[in-house]
């Protein structure tokens, strides 16, 4: 399997550490210095299901093939507009790719285990062409009054175009319970069952987090390094969830990796979940500092707690 096609879509709003500071205490220093992140966009005007169209549309622009030559559409979300029709649905609807059409969830490691199942897809003969959009809202599940987390997230879209080749791909994937992240929802009660009203933000425990992302990521990449039998030196990228500066570059020396084989956009846009990979990714192609044959890992960890790494060449 590769990619063949990158598009990416971001809300208009851009929220700047400082104007956060008018909304929670908190300051530009402490964010940029925790963090990394110096400004994020969130949605206001526009909807994710519009900004995950714009997403597709580039991205099967962007792989040279028609609407009708995508035979599934895989659509990655914490947070949906609507819990049902599947955004994949209603993408499958504007784009009229009339294809079997799936939302995942399996939170920030979502762009990874959605190669891996399109991979699966393809081997079977099942699809040759792939739709992955990879759509993100945290602004609407993060608690505006909780300066511990509203400062760390953006809502973005990523997408790519996959098809069948005869390149090897490998993926990893797991997940370990913790309690340390986590968002409830909020559903109706009903004559026979009452549902949980508290608090049904996204809850983390940023310490605890931190520490299996870094744990998490290091050993998902070296299983990724053995099992596929490459080794550092001939990958051209290494392409991680972009959640935090401070986790990245702890990854980044315990791999032993040079800055510039270490793309990173946080600074920008925050940590967007699902999206960050393909947006990030989506950067680097727009650039042109992809070339074809170049090899990618990529590396991401979420709530579950999911994590999983990856390499696939370009
Ligand atoms: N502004 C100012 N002060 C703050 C803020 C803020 N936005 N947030 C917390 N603080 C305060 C805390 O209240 C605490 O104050 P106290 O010492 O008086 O109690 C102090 O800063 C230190 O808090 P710590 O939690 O010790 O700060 P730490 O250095 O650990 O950084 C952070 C916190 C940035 C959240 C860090 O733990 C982290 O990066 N964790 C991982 C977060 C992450 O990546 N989550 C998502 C991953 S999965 C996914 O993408 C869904």
Redo the contacts with the bound molecule.
């Keep these: 399997m590769k990619i063949i096609g990158t598009g990416s879509a971001l809300p208009k709003k851009v929220l700047t550490n400082d104007m956060l500071s008018g909304i ?4 530009d220093e ?2 940029r210095t ?2 990394g992140i110096r400004e994020r966009r969130v949605l206001s005007d526009e909807t994710l299901t519009d900004l995950a169209l714009e997403a597709a549309r580039k991205s099967v622009e962007s792989a040279g093939v028609n609407a009708s030559d995508i035979d599934y559409i895989m659509c990655h979300n914490v947070c949906n507009d609507a819990m049902t029709p599947s955004l994949a649905a209603m993408i499958n609807k504007e784009l009229g790719a009339n294809c079997p059409t799936v939302d995942l969830n399996a ?2 490691t979502g762009f990874i285990y959605a190669l891996d199942m399109a991979d699966s897809l393809m081997k079977t003969g099942k699809a040759r062409n792939i739709l992955i959009v990879c759509a993100e809202q945290p602004s609407h599940f993060v608690d505006w009054t909780q ?2 987390t509203c ?2 997230f953006g809502d973005a879209v990523g997408a790519v175009v996959v098809t069948q080749s005869d390149d090897d791909c490998f993926f990893k994937m797991s997940t370990q319970y913790t309690d340390a ?1 986590y968002c409830s929802d909020a559903w109706h009660d009903t004559p026979f069952q009452k549902c949980k009203k508290e608090n049904n933000f996204l809850y ?1 425990r ?2 605890d ?2 520490r299996m ?1 870094v744990t998490n990521c290091c050993k998902d990449i070296k299983y990724v390094f053995e099992k596929s039998g490459i080794s550092s030196s001939e990958v051209s990228y290494f392409l991680l ?1 972009q ?2 500066l ?2 990245l570059e702890a990854v980044r020396h315990e791999m032993n990796v040079a800055e510039d084989k270490f793309p990173m956009n946080l600074d920008k846009y925050g ?1 967007t ?1 699902s999206a960050s990979i393909p947006l990030l990714m989506d950067e680097l192609n727009k650039a042109g500092k992809l070339h074809r044959g170049d090899l990618l890992v990529l590396s991401a ?3 579950g707690f999911t994590s999983g790494a990856g390499v696939i060449k370009w």
């Design positions: 929670v205490e908190t300051s402490w964010i925790r963090t939170a920030c300066r511990e400062v760390l992240l983390m940023g310490r987090v931190f992302a969830h959640a935090n401070r986790i940590n979940s960890f979420g709530a």
